[in-house]
């Protein structure tokens, strides 16, 4: 079983619609990270949480610790938002950083 | 401030051959990640560094592999002999540690090909 898993694994979505990809994890972690990458293209951080709820334009990050869960909400889902998104953990904010699998948004217009 | 710096951003070699990847990680950035996202698959760690030390390689390849982080210049990762097994995206993060809120900031990878 991998460490890090995420669901859906691929979404299709109409532009404007929220968006919801989730992340489960198995280890115990001090830092989760979202992050995306376009096809082709470089990784960017979208967010780093250890507690609560981040919130960055129209994207929202929030992970419940003892769950051991975390959400990516998309609110007013744009085709650029188009992306695959991953969730990550590390021990703590500078130890490697164990992927998950990934989620492959595409938003129609 | 300058991002997480990598080239090249393209590299092919032949089998057999040499690949340097390099990585400048920003400013006042004084650890280093390298990453590697094979085709179709998901990215894997292989190994921290700090200056001048390996702090973590457990995700290297035991044979053909190294990495460096010198006390001046950028951080290489070399890949001796390379295979068709190597073609991937290879992607360099670094933080700097000051404050445990600190993130990783990625570079934008070197795609190495192996013909």
């Known amino acids: 079983k991998n460490e890090v898993e995420q669901s859906p694994q691929n979404l299709t979505a109409q532009e404007g619609e929220f968006i919801t990809i989730n992340c489960s994890y198995s280890?115990?972690?001090?830092?989760l990270h979202w992050l995306q990458q376009h096809p082709g293209g470089g990784i960017v951080s979208l967010f780093m949480?250890?507690?609560g709820k981040k919130k960055h334009g129209r994207l929202i990050a929030t992970i419940n610790i003892q769950e051991k869960h975390s959400s990516l909400h998309i609110t007013a889902s744009h085709p650029r938002d188009s992306a695959v998104y991953i969730c990550?953990?590390?021990?703590?904010?500078?130890?490697?950083?164990?992927f998950g699998p990934g989620t492959s948004l595409s938003v129609i217009p | 401030n300058a991002g997480v710096m990598q080239n090249p951003r393209h590299l092919v070699r032949r089998r057999g051959q040499e690949a340097r990847l390099r990585c400048s990680p920003m400013?006042?950035?004084?650890?280093v990640y390298w990453y590697r996202q094979l085709p179709e698959e998901g990215l894997k760690f292989m190994v921290y560094?700090?200056?001048?030390?390996?702090?973590?390689e457990s995700g290297m390849p035991k044979e053909r592999f190294s990495a460096e982080f010198p006390k001046e210049g950028p951080s290489i990762l070399r890949i001796q002999q390379v295979v068709r097994g190597d073609s991937a995206a290879y992607f360099c993060?670094?933080?700097?540690?000051?404050?445990?809120?600190?993130?990783?900031?990625f570079g934008p990878g070197t795609r190495l090909t192996v013909l």
């Open positions: 993060a670094s933080s700097t540690v000051v404050k445990l809120s600190d993130t990783q900031y």
């Open positions: 280890v115990g972690i001090s830092a």
């Open positions: 949480l250890s507690s």
């Open positions: 990550a953990v590390s021990k703590t904010s500078y130890d490697k950083v164990i």
């Open positions: 400013k006042g950035h004084s650890h």
């Open positions: 560094l700090q200056k001048e030390n390996i702090i973590d």
